[in-house]
T-cell receptor, first 107, second 115 residues
Framework: KNEVEQSPQNLTAQEGEFITINCSYS?????LHWLQQHPGGGIVSLFM???GKKKHGRLIATINIQEKHSSLHITASHPRDSAVYIC?????????FGAGTILRVKS | GAGVSQSPSNKVTEKGKDVELRCDPI?????LYWYRQSLGQGLEFLIY????????KSGLPSDRFSAERTGGSVSTLTIQRTQQEDSAVYLC?????????????FGQGTRLTVV
C-alpha cells in the first residue's frame, strides 16, 4: 500500500465549479505539501502545511493530522487551473509523492 | 539566481551513451534534491544533498547513476551507459535549509529521451 493516496486520479470540471482533491496518508508526518504541475512545465509549490488551513487566492488547503487527511480546494475554477495536483509528505530528507490528480477545467 | 535552473531542458541520447544533467539551485540554499518522473508514473526520489555531501542516495536506481555537488551550489546528475528505461523527466529542487518543514523550490526539469 502506498504511503500517500490521492483521489480522484482524474477530474473534469466546468468553469466556475468548486473542486476538491483529497490526499490520505498512512504515516506520521509533520508537514504536507501541495504541488502543481502544468503540462510540460515544472512544479510549483502551492502550500506547505502542518495543521489547520491555508488560503491563497482561490486555493484553500486543509489538513487533519489526527485523521491523516488533507484536501485541496479550488473555488470558482478556471481553465488555467488545469494541471496535475500532487500532494507530498515531508520526510526527513525527501518528499514522498502521491500519484497526482489530473484536473481539467472546461470553459 | 531567481529560481532553480536546470539544463538542458531536453536531451535525446542514444542508448549506451553517458549524459550529464545540471542543476543550479537558488543561491544560498543548503539542501538540493534530485527526483525522477517517468512517463505515466509519479515522482520518485533519487538523491539528496546537504551542502556538498549526499547523506541519502537511496533512490539511485543503479550504479550507472551518480551525482555530485560542488561549492554547495551546482549539482550534476550523471547517467552512464543510458538505457531506454532511463527516459524520464529529471527534476531538481532546492530548499533554504534541511529539515521537515522546509519549502522546496523546483526547477523546470530535464526531459531525457533515450533512443
Amino acid at each position: 500500500k502506498n504511503e500517500v493516496e490521492q483521489s480522484p486520479q482524474n477530474l473534469t470540471a466546468q468553469e466556475g465549479e468548486f473542486i476538491t482533491i483529497n490526499c490520505s496518508y498512512s504515516v506520521g508526518i509533520s508537514a504536507l505539501h501541495w504541488l502543481q504541475q502544468h503540462p510540460g512545465g515544472g512544479i510549483v509549490s502551492l502550500f506547505m502545511l502542518s495543521s489547520g488551513k491555508k488560503k491563497h487566492g482561490r486555493l484553500i488547503a486543509t489538513i487533519n493530522i489526527q485523521e491523516k487527511h488533507s484536501s485541496l480546494h479550488i473555488t470558482a475554477s478556471h481553465p488555467r487551473d488545469s494541471a496535475v495536483y500532487i500532494c507530498a509528505l515531508a520526510g526527513e530528507n525527501k518528499l514522498v509523492f502521491g500519484a497526482g490528480t489530473i484536473l481539467r477545467v472546461k470553459s | 539566481g531567481a529560481g532553480v535552473s536546470q539544463s538542458p531542458s531536453n536531451k535525446v541520447t542514444e542508448k549506451g551513451k553517458d549524459v550529464e544533467l545540471r542543476c543550479d539551485p537558488i543561491s544560498g540554499h543548503t539542501a538540493l534534491y534530485w527526483y525522477r518522473q517517468s512517463l505515466g508514473q509519479g515522482l520518485e526520489f533519487l538523491i539528496y544533498f546537504q551542502g556538498n555531501s549526499a547523506p541519502d542516495k537511496s533512490g539511485l536506481p543503479s550504479d550507472r547513476f551518480s551525482a555530485e555537488r560542488t561549492g554547495g551550489s551546482v549539482s550534476t546528475l550523471t547517467i552512464q551507459r543510458t538505457q531506454q528505461e532511463d527516459s524520464a523527466v529529471y527534476l531538481c529542487a532546492s530548499s533554504p535549509r534541511t529539515g521537515l518543514n522546509t519549502e522546496a523550490f523546483f526547477g523546470q526539469g530535464t526531459r531525457l529521451t533515450v533512443v
